[in-house]
């Protein structure tokens, strides 16, 4: 490693000087209380997941290397826990929000994370990891700005402009969970919805009347940067706006080489960021469009989200058919060629002030290389399950990592296969074992009939290939090693492989996954465990002290439901009733 000088975001940087505290960094906090609240985005009243009583949630809009502190508190009838989609957490998968790592956030409890956005730049998400919920909400963005002393590979744009697009039900989580459970499909969306709204009204016929759509406000002539985010369920997505152009700026953390796109196909999980130049002439407003892809497009109408982006001096409302989408049905080499089209700028600062492209990824040498296939879901002991390499994942009551803390065996087991099974697949706890600093190849089969996005949380990877039809040794030959992008959400097309690159230099125990969620929720994931031999003490931070217990090591917790944010929020009268049950119940005490 000694002659990679420059070391560029994705990579540790194990400094003799760094210790365990937070080295003088700023904190920036956030409190947030999660509930049900009644909504309708399309038109159907439902419960869906807010933060402070807002659905989306707030913007974690925080600088390279902060410490972020967010206090959550569960309202919920069910556990939560908060994932920070392509957030690294740096040496601590403590705070990484996924059931391998951490004890879940029972009903009525707070817990608060504390992470480091650690040599990061660009635009993310956060979203609940448990139980479904993320198809009820409770998602929102995460801009990580660069620091002042770096510089973007584009002019500071005029505004900053999140946009959060999904496939949205009106059945609630609870309800198309029990569809899964039961063996079924989810079935066709409702609709897609733009920042938690439902579209405009471009077709009497298609949109009822009453639903509240997303508008952005812009200036004539200026740019804008859009941090575009599917934080939706498992429909691929087609994202343009009418008359503008989208130039591709970044790409979960990474700058991309700036290219103009009409539409972009974005898919479950995935971020972008677009510039985009108001330099049309406000005769009219214009439609921002989100789309079902690779579907029948008279039978999907309705899965259409519409929003509009609105000029101050715009002297009409929008007006017409919206603007096509790549009408491609039968032929999906477009999307991938659009997909590989996205390249990394190599001459590009990310958080560091030093060209990233320095890292020659290309020049590494491969320790291990795993094939992980997807296969349609199948049934197994009598329930249908979503498969990866012939395995379905079940989460152990006690999380791996917190099971490794206190040296508890059985818990899960090392034996992830190299090579998919063959034969009966099997439900297990089954993890990949990750060697530290190793460099890892792995190659994303799928077998199944639609597009699934992969992420890997406390990682970005470098997308090396896809293509369609079975991968061999031989299509290493047609890899890109030179400027692949680095990023966190990858999909693989159906009867397709991706094959991604990754540097396993950062200790912990990392969720990969599909971010599709039905196929999630029945068990599409593995953990990758990373451990340094050398047991020294910088390689990974300890055990948060507010730590949850739970399985095997329940008998540890010693935190209690919170009261006291309750009453804040109640208000004055159901305090004044708190105060008195605790005065009868005193007196009930203090006289027996
Ligand atoms: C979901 O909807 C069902 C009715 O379809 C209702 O019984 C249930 O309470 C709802 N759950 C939540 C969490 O809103
Ligand atoms: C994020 O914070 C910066 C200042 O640090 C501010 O300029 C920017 O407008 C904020 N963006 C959003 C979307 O809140
Ligand atoms: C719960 O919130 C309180 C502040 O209201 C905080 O002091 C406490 O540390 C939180 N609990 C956990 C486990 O983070
Ligand atoms: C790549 O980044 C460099 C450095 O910021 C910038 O000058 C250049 O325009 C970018 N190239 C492309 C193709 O985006
Ligand atoms: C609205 O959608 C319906 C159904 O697709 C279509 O028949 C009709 O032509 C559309 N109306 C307009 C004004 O585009
Ligand atoms: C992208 O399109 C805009 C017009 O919307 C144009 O001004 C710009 O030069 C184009 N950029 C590239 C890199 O093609
Ligand atoms: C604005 O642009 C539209 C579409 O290019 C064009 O039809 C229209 O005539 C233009 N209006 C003015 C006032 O220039
Ligand atoms: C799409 O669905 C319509 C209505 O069911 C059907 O007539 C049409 O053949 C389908 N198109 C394709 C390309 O399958
Ligand atoms: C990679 O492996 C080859 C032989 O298999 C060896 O010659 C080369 O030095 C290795 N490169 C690095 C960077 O370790
Ligand atoms: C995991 O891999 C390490 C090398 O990285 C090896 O020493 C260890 O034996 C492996 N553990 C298991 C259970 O296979
Ligand atoms: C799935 O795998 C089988 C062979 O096991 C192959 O015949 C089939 O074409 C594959 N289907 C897809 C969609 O990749
Ligand atoms: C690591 O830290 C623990 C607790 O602070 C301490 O007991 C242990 O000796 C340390 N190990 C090393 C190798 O420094």
Same mark, same amino acid.
């Given at each position: 490693?000694?002659?990679?000088?420059?070391?560029?975001?994705?990579?540790?940087?194990?400094?003799?000087?760094?210790?365990?505290?937070?080295?003088?960094?700023?904190?920036?906090?956030?409190?947030?209380?999660?509930?049900?609240?009644?909504?309708?985005?399309?038109?159907?009243?439902?419960?869906?997941?807010?933060?402070?009583?807002?659905?989306?949630?707030?913007?974690?809009?925080?600088?390279?290397?902060?410490?972020?502190?967010?206090?959550?508190?569960?309202?919920?009838?069910?556990?939560?826990?908060?994932?920070?989609?392509?957030?690294? +957490?740096?040496?601590?998968?403590?705070?990484?929000?996924?059931?391998?790592?951490?004890?879940?956030?029972?009903?009525?409890?707070?817990?608060?994370?504390?992470?480091?956005?650690?040599?990061?730049?660009?635009?993310?998400?956060?979203?609940?990891?448990?139980?479904?919920?993320?198809?009820?909400?409770?998602?929102?963005?995460?801009?990580?700005?660069?620091?002042?002393?770096?510089?973007?590979?584009?002019?500071?744009?005029?505004?900053?402009?999140?946009?959060?697009?999904?496939?949205?039900?009106?059945?609630?989580?609870?309800?198309?969970?029990?569809?899964?459970?039961?063996?079924?499909?989810?079935?066709?969306?409702?609709?897609?919805?733009?920042?938690?709204?439902?579209?405009?009204?471009?077709?009497?016929?298609?949109?009822?009347?009453?639903?509240?759509?997303?508008?952005?406000?812009?200036?004539?002539?200026?740019?804008?940067?859009?941090?575009?985010? +599917?934080?939706?369920?498992?429909?691929?997505?087609?994202?343009?706006?009418?008359?503008?152009?989208?130039?591709?700026?970044?790409?979960?953390?990474?700058?991309?080489?700036?290219?103009?796109?009409?539409?972009?196909?974005?898919?479950?999980?995935?971020?972008?960021?677009?510039?985009?130049?108001?330099?049309?002439?406000?005769?009219?407003?214009?439609?921002?469009? *989100?789309?079902?892809?690779?579907?029948?497009?008279?039978?999907?109408?309705?899965?259409?989200?519409?929003?509009?982006?609105?000029?101050?001096?715009?002297?009409?409302?929008?007006?017409?058919?919206?603007?096509?989408?790549?009408?491609?049905?039968?032929?999906?080499?477009?999307?991938?060629?659009?997909?590989?089209?996205?390249?990394?700028?190599?001459?590009?600062?990310?958080?560091?002030?030093?060209?990233?492209?320095?890292?020659?990824?290309?020049? !590494?040498?491969?320790?291990?290389?795993?094939?992980?296939?997807?296969?349609?879901?199948?049934? !197994?002991?009598?329930?249908?399950?979503?498969?990866?390499?012939?395995?379905?994942?079940?989460?152990?009551?006690?999380?791996?990592?917190?099971?490794?803390?206190? +040296?508890?065996?059985?818990?899960?087991?090392?034996?992830?296969?190299?090579?998919?099974?063959?034969?009966?697949?099997?439900?297990?706890?089954?993890?990949?074992?990750?060697?530290?600093?190793?460099?890892?190849?792995?190659?994303?089969?799928?077998?199944?009939?639609?597009?699934?996005?992969? +992420?890997?949380?406390?990682?970005?990877?470098?997308?090396?290939?896809?293509?369609?039809?079975?991968?061999?040794?031989?299509?290493?030959?047609?890899?890109?090693?030179?400027?692949?992008?680095?990023?966190?959400?990858?999909?693989?097309?159906?009867?397709?492989?991706?094959?991604?690159?990754?540097?396993?230099?950062?200790?912990?125990?990392?969720?990969?996954?599909?971010?599709?969620?039905?196929?999630?929720?029945?068990?599409?994931?593995?953990?990758?465990?990373?451990?340094?031999?050398? *047991?020294?003490?910088?390689?990974?931070?300890?055990?948060?002290?507010?730590?949850?217990?739970?399985?095997?090591?329940?008998?540890?917790?010693?935190?209690?439901?919170?009261?006291?944010? *309750?009453?804040?929020?109640?208000?004055?009268?159901?305090?004044?009733?708190?105060?008195?049950?605790?005065?009868?119940?005193?007196?009930?005490?203090?006289?027996?």
């Amino acid at each position: 490693m000694a002659s990679f000088r420059f070391f560029p975001l994705f990579l540790i940087y194990i400094s003799p000087f760094l210790t365990l505290s937070y080295a003088g960094d700023p904190f920036v906090y956030y409190d947030w209380k999660v509930s049900y609240i009644t909504a309708a985005p399309l038109g159907v009243n439902q419960q869906v997941i807010a933060i402070n009583g807002k659905f989306p949630g707030p913007v974690v809009n925080v600088t390279t290397n902060n410490n972020v502190v967010v206090n959550v508190l569960n309202r919920l009838d069910e556990d939560l826990l908060y994932t920070w989609d392509g957030i690294q +957490h740096r040496r601590n998968s403590w705070q990484d929000g996924v059931l391998g790592t951490t004890c879940p956030i029972p009903k009525d409890y707070n817990w608060t994370y504390q992470f480091q956005v650690k040599d990061q730049i660009g635009s993310f998400f956060y979203f609940p990891s448990l139980n479904f919920q993320r198809a009820a909400g409770g998602y929102g963005g995460i801009i990580v700005n660069n620091r002042a002393v770096v510089p973007t590979p584009f002019a500071t744009p005029y505004g900053d402009i999140i946009i959060l697009i999904g496939d949205w039900y009106n059945r609630n989580h609870t309800d198309l969970r029990k569809t899964l459970d039961a063996g079924k499909s989810l079935g066709m969306p409702d609709g897609v919805l733009i920042n938690g709204k439902g579209p405009y009204r471009y077709n009497t016929t298609l949109v009822p009347a009453g639903i509240e759509y997303e508008t952005i406000d812009v200036q004539p002539g200026k740019t804008y940067r859009l941090r575009v985010h +599917h934080v939706g369920i498992s429909t691929s997505l087609n994202f343009r706006i009418q008359s503008h152009n989208l130039l591709l700026a970044e790409s979960e953390g990474s700058y991309t080489t700036q290219q103009n796109y009409t539409s972009l196909d974005i898919h479950v999980g995935q971020s972008y960021s677009f510039l985009v130049t108001m330099d049309q002439n406000a005769s009219t407003d214009y439609y921002i469009v *989100a789309s079902a892809r690779f579907v029948n497009a008279s039978l999907w109408q309705r899965v259409t989200g519409v929003g509009i982006l609105h000029y101050t001096n715009s002297k009409g409302t929008a007006r017409g058919p919206l603007p096509d989408s790549p009408d491609d049905f039968y032929d999906k080499t477009f999307s991938m060629n659009q997909a590989r089209s996205i390249r990394w700028n190599v001459s590009a600062s990310g958080a560091r002030p030093n060209p990233q492209g320095s890292f020659r990824y290309g020049s !590494i040498n491969v320790t291990d290389v795993y094939v992980l296939e997807n296969r349609p879901p199948v049934m !197994i002991n009598g329930k249908h399950r979503a498969i990866l390499s012939g395995i379905s994942y079940i989460n152990p009551a006690t999380p791996i990592r917190l099971a490794d803390d206190y +040296h508890l065996k059985g818990i899960y087991k090392l034996d992830f296969p190299k090579r998919p099974l063959t034969g009966q697949s099997q439900m297990k706890t089954s993890v990949i074992n990750g060697t530290y600093k190793g460099f890892m190849e792995v190659i994303l089969q799928n077998n199944d009939t639609t597009v699934q996005s992969y +992420h890997m949380d406390g990682y970005a990877f470098f997308v090396v290939g896809m293509d369609y039809g079975e991968w061999t040794e031989n299509s290493r030959g047609t890899y890109n090693k030179w400027d692949g992008i680095a990023r966190s959400t990858i999909q693989v097309f159906p009867g397709a492989w991706t094959a991604i690159l990754v540097s396993l230099d950062n200790v912990g125990v990392w969720n990969l996954r599909t971010e599709n969620l039905d196929s999630w929720y029945l068990g599409q994931e593995t953990y990758i465990r990373i451990v340094n031999p050398e *047991a020294n003490n910088k390689t990974e931070l300890p055990k948060p002290d507010n730590a949850f217990y739970c399985g095997q090591l329940s008998y540890l917790m010693t935190a209690k439901p919170n009261k006291s944010f *309750a009453l804040s929020i109640a208000g004055e009268r159901s305090k004044l009733l708190f105060m008195l049950q605790m005065f009868v119940l005193f007196a009930i005490f203090a006289f027996r």
